[in-house]
């Protein structure tokens, strides 16, 4: 997979960023004077370092969307005298999270999947507080095996607030496009940002099994938390990939 899960853009990093935070302050309709979350929690959100998140809140503070307070932070300027983006430019400038159909859509490659569990449970006290649920929530919690061109590439953990999208229950995940079910809830829910860590370790036996590798072979473990357009999360999720058949990029901008 040679570019990961998300979709590639021409924009350094901090200006992507900064298009990101655009975006989310309009799509959750912020008002001049409204105090952005501290720099660390937006450098979280976004993925990013404290030096790309600054270039790109330095980039709307020159065009007089955010101003900043020696004390206070960061605060929305005025949006209201911003023109709206075109459509066609909004769409090729904003990042989007992709899911493994997606990528592979993009890519002309033919994904499959086979369902190794589905059911609706409890959320713990860990996922509520990740989720930003309540704790014993319903969650809808999905184990996969993703292939591509009927190649195994990947073991999947999804778990999704089930209020989020209730069609998630009744929906057969062997043939169904994860994103493309929670696109068509109602309200609609795009992912939009994702927080993500890999690391690599050594396979389960569980693994070494499903993907038929001895316990030399390394694993690379992705966690991603998804937001959806509003800036709430909406899935976790846990990757494991063989660590020959996996690699993720990422670019990184020096804003000077």
């Known amino acids: ?63 007089g969307i955010v101003r900043p307070s020696s004390t206070r ?34 890519n002309g490659l033919t994904p499959s999947s086979r369902v190794l569990s589905a059911t609706v449970r409890p959320a713990t006290v860990s996922e509520a507080e990740d989720l930003r649920i309540a704790p014993g929530a319903d969650l809808f919690e999905l184990h996969r095996l993703r292939f591509l061109d009927g190649l195994l590439v990947v073991l999947e953990h999804n778990r999704l607030p089930l209020a989020a999208c209730p069609a998630l229950a009744e929906t057969d995940f062997n043939t169904a496009s994860l994103y493309a079910t929670l696109r068509a809830a109602d309200p609609p ?15 389960t036996p569980r693994e070494m099994e499903l993907f038929e590798i001895g316990d030399t072979m390394p694993m690379l473990v992705a966690t991603t938390l998804t937001f959806n357009q509003a800036g709430r999360p909406i899935e976790l999720t846990v990757q494991v990939y063989r660590g020959d058949r996996y ?6 901008t020096n804003p000077a």
Not at 14 to 36: F, M, N
């Open 189 to 203: 829910q795009t992912p939009r940002v994702a927080d993500y860590s890999c690391e690599a370790r050594h396979p």
């Open 73 to 106: 932070g960061w605060f929305v300027a005025d949006l209201d005298q911003l023109p709206d983006p075109p459509a066609a430019a909004t769409t090729e400038a904003t990042p989007q999270v992709q899911g493994l159909a997606d990528f592979a859509r993009v």
């Open 1 to 63: 997979m040679p570019r990961g899960l998300f979709a590639d853009d021409a924009l350094p990093l901090y200006e992507r960023t900064a298009k990101q935070l655009l975006d989310d302050l309009r799509a959750t309709a912020a008002h001049p004077g409204d105090r952005l979350p501290s720099e660390r929690a937006l450098a979280t959100r976004y993925a990013v370092s404290r030096v790309t998140l600054r270039a790109a809140l330095a980039d709307l503070e020159s065009r």
């Open 247 to 252: 690699r993720f990029r990422a670019s990184i």
